[in-house]
């Protein structure tokens, strides 16, 4: 069938596709706000250690997300193209390809973690406990996979509620489990630490078995879903050019905040409070970058469907329409946010009052450089949907590797001799990084990098 004309992409289909996914990531928060809050209520070097283990986890889900990421660009496309089977059958690619790379990436995980903890100079006094939480996550990986898989297919096909669904799921099971087992509520055994990472890995299980069972209520996921060796092996070339960017920029950035961990471990005094207050930090700030996660999303939804329907004119207004919202929006909740910095920090660490400082210092300076990590996140998914990938990988490696690392070292290490020296490497590398990528969008063919070049043909896979 021909795809239909293209329409303009209007403000309500903007917000209609946003907000789910926003709420999306606001359950995402919740899990790691509670996760990090009740670690704080065990003990002082639990949430600590909880930080760098997630950390890690992350760096595990590199490989996984830049799949996803690239899924949404190659189904989107597709259906913006006319093309539903060809959507169907990259799922069945996707899951095929995802699952071998995540036992790869488990066994990888599992075999070097005494290797990954030398490298990231994890202090003695919170190493095995840093180790036995990372066991855990390690278990979990599989379902996490499975969910960013499946809400690239719902995502891609603009049902965004279902992904939304999920993360209540998970953030329900992961709130009764951490409080449960955690700290012994609701008549729950308390398991302290074995029950905050018991409880993440009962809920991402959740979470995976629901979003599979939506994949077959829908017919995305059946048979047809699983096309011919030949047609996979055609088919993938696209996808892996699109998700090797992906991953390698998610892999440099991973790494990147895991070399920050780093720097800020080997700070010569007061590191385990840093550690513990970047952890803490790092969730109040995700108040704001997990929403900018959301208006990013829906950036590639729609310039993938523009671009598929053959509109690069619609593709660039709308990516721009749509960093307008997230960085007004985004920049509003920041300056809310500001006077209640101090509340949050002790909120976090309530046994902690060595760790508070710490907090507010990452969280007053991330505040500040709001519209420029929002826009950088924005406009690098508005890129992604167009399968240019490349261009995010570069300019961001280069934001972390040649400005916030050796900046984060120099203020932190040599001028400042404190924390605060590192969290302000954040900000300068952002503004860095947000006017390189903002130039790209505007003066560069980004547009060239998609599927479909010109109008596409009537055909359906």
Known sequence: MLPAIMQKVSSREIWNLTWPQVLMMLFQFLVGFTNVWVAGRIQGDVQAALGVAVQCFFLL?????????????????????????????????????????????????????????????????????????????????????????????????????????????????????????????????????????????ISSGAGAIYVFYMLVRHGYLSRRSFAALRWQLGAAGYLIKVALPAGGNQFSWQLGQLAIIGVTASLPWDNVNAMAGLTAGIRIESILFLPAIAFSMTGTILVGHCLGSGDKEEARRVGLKVLAVGCGIMTLVALLLWPWVDELAAFMSPTSPAVQPQTISYVKINLFATPFTVGSMILGGLLTGAGASIYPFVIYSAATWLVRLPVAWWLGHIVWQSSSGIFASMLISQIVQCSIILYVFLRCDWARFSMYRTKPKARTA
């Open 61 to 201: 889900m590199v490989v996984g997300i830049s799949i996803a990421n690239a899924a949404v660009s190659t189904m989107s496309q597709s259906l913006g193209a006319g093309r539903p089977l060809r959507a169907k059958r990259y799922l069945g690619l996707v899951i095929n390809l995802g699952g071998v790379l995540c036992l790869i990436t488990l066994l990888i995980g599992y075999f070097l973690r005494h290797q990954l903890m030398y490298l990231l100079q994890v202090p003695d006094s919170i190493l095995d406990l840093t180790l036995h939480l990372w066991l855990f996550y390690l278990a979990g990986t599989p379902f996490q996979y499975a969910i960013a898989f499946s809400a690239a297919v719902f995502r891609a096909h603009k049902k965004v509620r279902i992904p939304l669904y999920t993360g209540m799921v998970v953030c329900a099971a992961n709130f009764a489990g951490s409080f449960g087992l955690g700290l012994g509520r609701f008549g729950l055994p308390d398991l302290g630490v074995d029950g905050l990472a018991l409880s993440a890995l």
